[in-house]
């Protein structure tokens, strides 16, 4: 959807806020994220606004000072930080005479260059699109009826109206395209369950090492480079595990601060494989001094998925880089709770394992389920795997059972049957002392 030369483009770049000035980190991860796309930073202007000016969002002596950078270091691009309106693009470039994109449109240029798979181009096609679809008043001004000759004159319509509906016409075939896609997905989640195969998520924030990591545990042999958002195409692949035990490792697409709500929406499909993983490896990058707000936001964008609730490993990246030993502690009932690693060594691979395992192990779940009078289908399921321990009718004619079930089995058994984690609740006296016999 966007032209792009063969070689790179000179860029300023925008760093403006209306929190404050961006900090420095935001500012160095921004002009990364710039020449990820291929854009030479030029220039650089920080602005800080407590009210963004609705035409130009900078204020008009920032923007003088912008058309003096502009030329003095033949920028052809501006690219803002700070999310931007249809019309304050369109002002922008009117002033400036230069194309200007924002943050959003930055990390779907990225996504662009990156797809490789065919799905992974149909994704980033659909957000690219309903991206454009808001912005169709930049650069129009040949909006007058559409003329013909004898025969072909009409009611007519805008050159707007057209574009607008030629792109709702491709919205929709693209959505009907990723749809067989995601039942092709869920299928095989589901041949997996059945299968009683655990499926083990990677996600962490971009540049943290996935791929390598991925690399390393699977010989899959994916596309590892150091940029941003190297590779998007998510990959599944078996892991053995120590005692002849193995597991589903799948890789996903990088998180980043303020991904647009376009790709979370067109990649749903593939991160959603977080989202029904029974165990997800968060990837944290060691020797990052800003890691615990990078871990802030990759949980962020967990709880938008609906992922929050499946256990995690942190996974500490990168300790080649701090010159520390490979390491991993565990969590109150010993399970693995986090590793320290270097991906690119292979140090600390088998710890990881290990603690994959652990967490994975058939453990026993002593729980409380609230089920409603339309779920009688799931109660009488749960008595036929034998996990009632007792059972309660409520006034309103749902069920209140005490369960003791693997932990493993557990949560299959929710997601097979569409229902809420949080109707789960901790073990009563019943359950504990059943536990303690």
């Not at 369960?403 to 089995?409: H, S, T, Y």
Request: aromatic share 4%; hydrophobic share 40%; proline share 4%.
């Amino acid at each position: 959807m966007f032209e792009r030369p063969q070689s790179g483009e000179r860029a300023v770049l925008i760093h403006a806020s209306p929190n404050g000035l961006p900090e420095e980190s935001e500012r160095e991860e921004f002009a990364e994220l710039a020449m990820s796309a291929g854009a030479t930073v030029a220039a650089e202007l920080v602005a800080s606004r407590k009210r963004p000016d609705p035409r130009y969002f900078i204020g008009k002596g920032k923007l003088e000072d912008l058309k003096t950078l502009i030329k003095q270091n033949d920028a052809e691009l501006v690219i803002s930080c700070a999310a931007l309106s249809p019309s304050q693009e369109r002002n922008l470039e009117r002033e400036l005479k230069c194309r200007v994109l924002d943050r959003a449109g930055l990390i779907l240029d990225i996504f662009a260059q990156r797809a490789r798979s065919f799905e992974g181009k149909l994704q980033v096609e659909l957000a690219q699109l309903k991206h454009l679809s808001t912005r169709l008043v930049r650069g129009w001004t040949h909006l007058e009826r559409q003329k013909g000759g004898i025969g072909l004159r009409g009611p007519g319509e805008t050159q707007l109206e057209t574009d607008r509906r030629l792109i709702g016409a491709r919205i929709r075939q693209l959505n009907d395209r990723l749809k067989t896609v995601d039942t092709r997905r869920a299928m095989n989640r589901r041949n997996r369950m059945k299968a009683e195969i655990p499926t083990v998520a990677l996600v962490g924030y971009t540049n943290a090492g996935k791929s390598t990591l991925f690399n390393a545990l699977t010989d899959a042999g994916v596309y590892v480079e150091d940029k941003l958002f190297a590779t998007l195409d998510p990959t599944v692949r078996r892991l053995d595990l120590p005692e002849g035990e193995h597991v589903v490792l799948a890789d996903t697409v990088g998180f980043v601060r303020d991904l647009p709500h376009e790709l979370v929406a067109a990649f749903k499909s593939t991160l959603q494989e977080a989202r029904e993983a029974d165990l997800i490896l968060h990837l944290i990058d060691a020797s990052d001094p800003n890691r615990w707000q990078r871990v802030r936001q990759v949980n962020a964008v967990l709880k938008q998925l609906d992922a929050d609730k499946v256990p995690q490993v942190r996974v500490y990246n990168k300790i080649d880089k701090l010159d520390r030993q490979p390491r991993m502690t565990n969590n109150r009932h010993g399970e693995g709770r986090a590793v320290w690693l270097s991906a690119i060594t292979g140090e600390g691979l088998s710890m990881l394992k290990v603690a994959i395992a652990n967490r994975l192990r058939q453990k026993t779940s002593f729980r409380t389920i609230r089920l409603q009078p339309a779920e009688g289908r799931q109660r009488a399921k749960l008595f036929e795997l034998g996990a009632v321990l007792s059972e309660e009718v409520m006034d309103d004619g749902s069920w209140t059972l005490e369960l003791r079930m693997a932990e493993k089995d557990l949560r299959r058994f929710l997601k097979r049957e569409n229902l809420d984690i949080n109707q789960l609740e901790p073990a009563s006296d019943v359950a504990a002392t059943a536990a303690n016999e």
